[in-house]
C-alpha cells in the first residue's frame, strides 16, 4: 500500500510550457485535492474532486486543470507556467466527505518556473 | 470570511520539555473541525491531531494535545516529552464543508 504517490519530484518549467503533475492513490479513497504551497505560508486549495468524473474548483484555481477519470488517478495540468506559479504542489485523498476526514497527503512537487 | 492565524513564526524548545503552539481562527459557524498538521524537512503533511467543533473534550494523540476553546476561537497544540523528531513546521488548519484554511505555520526547533 503506498498511499499517495506524486510524480515528478521536481521540475524545471520556462515560462509558458505546460506540464501535467501526476498523483495516484491505492486506498481507494473518493476524495482526492491538490494544493499548492508558497514559501513560508500555508496550503491553497487549488480543485478537488469528490469522486471520478467529478471536480471542482478550490481557492485558487487560475492557471490551472484538472481531471478525474479514475478513482485512483487525479492529474493536475499547468498550461501556460508563470512564474507565480512557482510553489510545492501537494496532493492528497480521503475517504469521505473530504474536509471533515483525515487527509493523506502525498511527498509534493515542487515547481520553478523561470 | 474564515481566517487561520499562528502568531508564532518560530519556537524552541529543550528536548523533553512541554511546548506549546497557538492558533486562533475566526467563523460565525458553530459547526466545523481543526486539524494541526506537522511538515518535517521532507516537505510531506502528516496529521498530528483532529478536533471536531461539536465535541468539548479535547483531542489527544498520545504526547500531543489539544486546548480547544471555542468561545475564544483558540485552538493550540500541546507537544509533552518533546522529542529530536518533532521538529517541523506546525501547520493549524479549519475546515468546514468543502473549504480548509491553513494558518502560515509554526517553525519548532528542538534543542538538545
Known amino acids: 500500500n503506498a498511499g499517495v504517490t506524486q510524480t515528478p519530484k521536481f521540475r524545471i518549467l520556462k515560462i509558458g510550457q505546460s506540464m501535467t503533475l501526476q498523483c495516484t492513490q491505492d486506498?481507494?479513497?473518493?476524495?482526492m485535492y491538490w494544493y499548492r504551497q508558497d514559501p513560508g505560508m500555508g496550503l491553497k486549495l487549488i480543485y478537488y474532486?469528490?469522486?471520478?468524473?467529478?471536480?471542482d474548483k478550490g481557492e485558487v484555481p487560475n492557471g490551472y486543470n484538472v481531471s478525474r477519470s479514475t478513482t485512483e488517478d487525479f492529474p493536475l495540468r499547468l498550461e501556460l507556467a508563470a512564474p507565480s506559479q512557482t510553489s510545492v504542489y501537494f496532493c492528497?485523498?480521503?475517504?469521505?466527505?473530504?474536509?471533515?476526514?483525515?487527509?493523506?497527503f502525498g511527498p509534493g512537487t515542487r515547481l520553478l518556473v523561470l | 470570511a474564515q481566517t487561520v492565524t499562528q502568531s508564532q513564526p518560530e519556537m524552541s524548545v529543550q528536548e523533553a520539555e512541554t511546548v506549546t503552539l497557538s492558533c486562533t481562527y475566526d467563523?460565525?459557524?458553530?459547526?466545523?473541525?481543526l486539524f494541526w498538521y506537522k511538515q518535517p524537512p521532507s516537505r510531506q503533511m502528516i496529521l498530528v491531531i483532529r478536533?471536531?467543533?461539536?465535541?468539548?473534550q479535547n483531542a489527544t494523540e498520545n504526547r500531543f494535545s489539544v486546548n480547544f476553546q471555542k468561545a475564544a476561537k483558540s485552538f493550540s497544540l500541546k507537544i509533552s516529552d518533546s522529542q529530536l523528531g518533532d521538529a517541523a513546521m506546525y501547520f493549524c488548519?479549519?475546515?468546514?464543508?468543502?473549504?480548509?484554511?491553513f494558518g502560515k505555520g509554526t517553525r519548532l526547533h528542538i534543542l538538545p
Open positions: 486506498m481507494n479513497h473518493n476524495y
Open positions: 488548519a479549519y475546515s468546514r464543508d468543502d473549504k480548509i484554511i
Open positions: 467563523t460565525s459557524e458553530s459547526d466545523y473541525y
Open positions: 492528497a485523498s480521503s475517504i469521505f466527505s473530504g474536509i471533515r476526514e483525515t487527509q493523506y
Open positions: 474532486s469528490v469522486g471520478a468524473g467529478i471536480t
Open positions: 478536533q471536531e467543533a461539536y465535541k468539548q
